[in-house]
C-alpha cells in the first residue's frame, strides 16, 4: 500500500466513526426514547475517543509529514493539506481524554437543553451551557490563536472568517438594516394582522402538510433513493456522505407554512450534500466546504427561489388545491413577505433575521473575548435580552423564547450562527451570477429545478470541500465575496412590496 | 483497576461497538434510503471487526484465564463463564477477516433479500444466500462440534439444544398435530369465509390503526419512557440494554388484526428486555437468555393472554369503537382461532405455526448435515415448496411466499426457527403455572397487566442472562421443560372451539 493509500485508509476509518455518530445523533434527535439518551451519549463519547486516537498519533503524523507534496496530484494535496491543518494544528493539541468527556457532555447538553426549553427552566440547562463554553475556552488556548480567541471559533465554520471581518459585515447590516427596518416595519400593519387572523387561526391536516411537504420536496428534485425526511423539535440535515442525506422539519398544525418552508430550506442543504462528486468522498474532502457556504444553499432555495413571486404563485395554488386557502394570491405574497420583529431566529422573516444573528455573534464575541473571565449564564440571559429591546425593540419575557431557543450553543457551535446571515449575503450574490446564465424566474415559473440544481453542482455542489469557501465564490461568481448584494437585494425587494422609494 | 473491573470495561467497550451496530441496522430497516444501504453494510463490518479485536486478542484471553474462580461472585462467575463459552471456545476460532467479511455479507445480504422478495426473483438473493450458507459450514468447521454439524448452529441460540432433543421434539408436534390439523381445517369453513370476506373486505385507516396499536401496547404496559415503536417491512424487536428496546410493525389497510397482533408479539418480547435488573447489565449478563425463552415471552402475549376469549372481548369492543366493525363478537372470536393451512409462516394460525417451524428445521438440519456438499438454492426452494405440500397440503407458487418469505437466513440466522416452536411450548407451560398463582382470566378481563408483567419479572425478566434458558424454566415452573403442555394445550382449546371430543 502506498503512503497516499494507508493515508486515506486511517481517514476512512475516522470518517466511519463519525459516520457511526452521526448515526446515532440522528437517533437521539428523531426518536430515541428518554431514557436511552445517557447511554446514547456515552456512545458517542467512546466513539469519538476512538476518532480521535485513529489519527491522533506519531505513526499518522509521521506518514502525513513524510509526504513529498510535490508528488501529489491537487486533490491528495488538498487532502493532506486539510489533515495538518484540522488534525495536527488544532484537534490534536486537546487532550483525548478531555475530547472524549467533551463529546459525552454536548451529546447530554443536548438533551437537558430540550427538557430545559420545553419546562422554561434556564437552571436544567444553565451548569450544562456553563462547562460547554468552559471547554470551549480551554481549547482555544490549547490550540492558540491570532489577533482574538473568538476568531478561531469562527474559522471553525468558515475558513478564514475572523473577527475583523465578522465586524465589517455585521457592521453594515446594523447600519443599513436597522433604520431600514424601522421604516417598513409600520407599514401595511393592519392590512398583514388581518391576513394573518384570517389565515393562522384555522387547522391544516398534518398528514396533509405532510404529503405536501414531499411534493415539494420532490418539486426541488430532492433525491429520495439517497435521502430521507422526517421529524424532529427543530428541523436540520445531517448525512454520512453523498449518498446518505437526512433533513427533518416540525409540522404545526395552524401553520403549514412552517413545515413548508423548512423543508425548502433543508432541501437546499441536502442538494449540496448530494450532489457532491464520489471522488470528493474517496479523499475525505465530501461535503460542504463550509456552514456559510451551506447556508448560502439553503437560503437561496428558501428566499431567493421559494419567495419570488413566481414560484409563491404556483405554491399558492399547490396550497389552496391542499387546503382550500381562505386568502387571496396578493394576501398569501404580502403575508410570506411580512416584515416584522420577533423574538425567535427561526421564524423571523428574511430581512430581521440577520438582526437575530448579529445579537448573537455580539453574546458570542464578548464571552470569548477574555477567556480567563468567569461567565454567568444568568447574566447572559439578561444580555440576550437587553440586546433583543436595542435591535428589535422587543423583549423576551421567558427563557423559552430568549436564550433557551436554539440548540446551537448546547452542541457547543459557537462561530456557527454568523454563518447563517454570511450564507444569506452568499446567496444573494450566487443569485446574481446565475442569473446571468439562467433564466431564474422563468425556471420558477414552470417549477422548474433541473438547470438550477445542474448549475448549483457545476459551480458549487460537486466540489464539495475541494474547494475553499472563497475559491467557491470565485468560481460561481467570478469575483470575490462581497456583502453588498445581499444589502441592495433587500432594501430593492422589501422597498418594493411595501411601496417605498429605494 | 481489578482485574474484574478491567474485564468488565473491555465487555462494555465491545458491547458499545455491538449496540452501534443494532442501532445501524435498526436504521436500516427503517429508515435508510436505498443508496445508503451499501456503506452502512461497510459500517457494520467495520464495527464488527473492532467489536472481535476488542475481546479476541492474547491480553483478554489471559486475563480471563488467569482469574481464580473461587474469588467470584455468582453473577461475575457467571460473566467469565460466558467469555470463555462464546468467545475463547466460539468467537475467536474464526478468522477476524472472515469475521468482517461476514458482517458485511449478511447486512447486504439482507437488503439483496428485501428487492428479490419484492420482485419475486430469486437470482438477485440466490448467491449471497449460497455465501452465507457457505460461511456458516466454514464456521461450524472452525469452530468444531458434537454428534452433529447443525447442533452448534442450535445451541447459539438456544443453550443445550442438539439435534437429538429438537429431533424429540418436532416428531411430537409431527405425530400429534398433523393429523388433529386435519379434522379441524374443515369445520365451520363456510363460517368463516363468510366472515372473512365480511372482514377483510373493508378499509381500516392506518393512521387509526397506529392509534389503537398504541393504546393497546399501552394496555399491555410497553413502557415508552425506555422504547420506540416504528414501522418496518417485517416486525421485528431489538434494543441496546433495557432502556432502548425498539420495536417496529407493519400496517396493512385492509388487514388491522395483523399489525395488532403483531404489535402484541413484539410488545412481549419489548416487556422482556424492559425488566431486565440493571445489575445484569453491568456484568453483561443484559437481555434475554435464549431465543426460546425470548419467543416463550412474545407467543405467551400474543397467544395465550391475548387470543384469550377473556382479552379478545374486550378487544373487540376496542376495535369497535376505532372501525365500527361489520361482524359480532363471536363471528370476531372464531376468525380469530381460525385455522387453516396457509403458506407464510407470520400469518400462520397458532396450531399450524409449529409445521411451518418443523420445514425450517427439517431443512435447514439437512443444509447442514453434510459440511462438503454443495448447496443450490433453486433445489432448497424445490424442497421447501415439497415439504409445504406434504405437511400442509398446500404448495407456494412463486418464491416470495415460499423460500423468499423470511429474512432469517440472509441475516446468517440458521438455528433460530426452532425456537420459535419452543417458545410456544415454554410459554404453554409458563402459563400453567403462572395460572397457579395468578387467576389470569380474571387480570385478562380487566385488561389489567400489572400484576402478570410483574409475575413474569420476578420469575424470568430480572435475571437476564445470568439464568441459562433451563434454570429459567425451572424457576418459574419448579420443574424441567416439558413438551406436554404444549400439544395438550393446543388440542384442548382447539377441541373446545371446534365442538370436538378431546
Known sequence: MSKIEKIKKILEESRIYNDSITMINWDMETEAPKASLEYMSKIISFLSRKSYENVVNDEFKNLIYSIDENTLNPIEFKMIKKVKKEIFEKMSKIPV???????????????KWQEAKQKNDLDIYAPYLKRVIDYNKKFINYVGYKNHPYSLLLSDYEEDLNVEIADN??????????????????????????????????????????QLCK????????????????????????????????????YYENNPLSSIYSTIHETGHA??????????EEYNLGGGTSMGIHESQSRIFENMFCKNEKFVKKLYDLLDKYFNLDINYEEFNLLLNEVDTSLIRTEADEITYPLHVLIRYELEKEIFTNLDEE????????????????????????????????????????????????????????????????????????????????????????????????????????????????????????????????
Request: glycine share 4%; proline share 2%.
Open 97 to 111: 481524554d478531555e475530547y472524549a468527556d467533551y463529546s459525552e457532555l454536548v451529546a447530554n447538553s443536548s438533551s
Open 169 to 210: 459585515f455585521f457592521n453594515e447590516i446594523k447600519n443599513e438594516l436597522i433604520p431600514f427596518i424601522k421604516k417598513i416595519v409600520l407599514l401595511k400593519r393592519d392590512e398583514l394582522n388581518r391576513i394573518k387572523e384570517k389565515f393562522y387561526s384555522r387547522k391544516y391536516d398534518i398528514e396533509k402538510q405532510k
Open 215 to 250: 411534493e415539494i420536496s420532490e418539486i426541488l428534485r430532492f433525491d429520495y433513493n439517497s435521502g430521507v425526511i422526517k421529524e424532529s423539535e427543530h428541523p436540520f440535515t445531517t448525512n454520512t456522505g453523498n449518498k446518505n442525506v437526512r433533513i427533518t422539519t416540525h
Open 271 to 280: 442538494l449540496y450534500e448530494q450532489q457532491v462528486d464520489d471522488i470528493y
Open 375 to 502: 461567565i454567568s449564564i444568568e447574566n447572559l440571559s439578561n444580555k440576550w435580552n437587553e440586546k433583543y429591546e436595542k435591535y428589535l425593540g422587543i423583549k423576551p419575557t421567558n427563557y423559552s423564547e430568549g436564550i433557551l431557543q436554539d440548540i446551537h450553543w448546547s452542541q457547543g457551535a459557537f462561530g456557527y450562527f454568523s454563518s447563517y446571515a454570511l450564507g444569506s449575503a452568499y446567496a444573494s450574490q450566487i443569485y446574481t451570477f446565475m442569473n446571468k446564465e439562467i433564466d431564474i424566474e422563468k425556471e420558477l415559473e414552470n417549477l422548474e429545478f433541473s438547470n438550477i440544481n445542474k448549475w448549483l453542482k457545476e459551480k458549487i455542489h460537486k466540489y464539495g470541500k475541494y474547494l475553499s469557501p472563497k475559491e467557491v465564490i470565485k468560481n460561481a461568481c467570478l469575483e470575490d465575496f462581497s456583502p453588498k448584494y445581499y444589502v441592495n437585494y433587500l432594501k430593492e425587494k422589501y422597498s418594493k412590496i411595501y411601496g417605498l422609494e429605494v
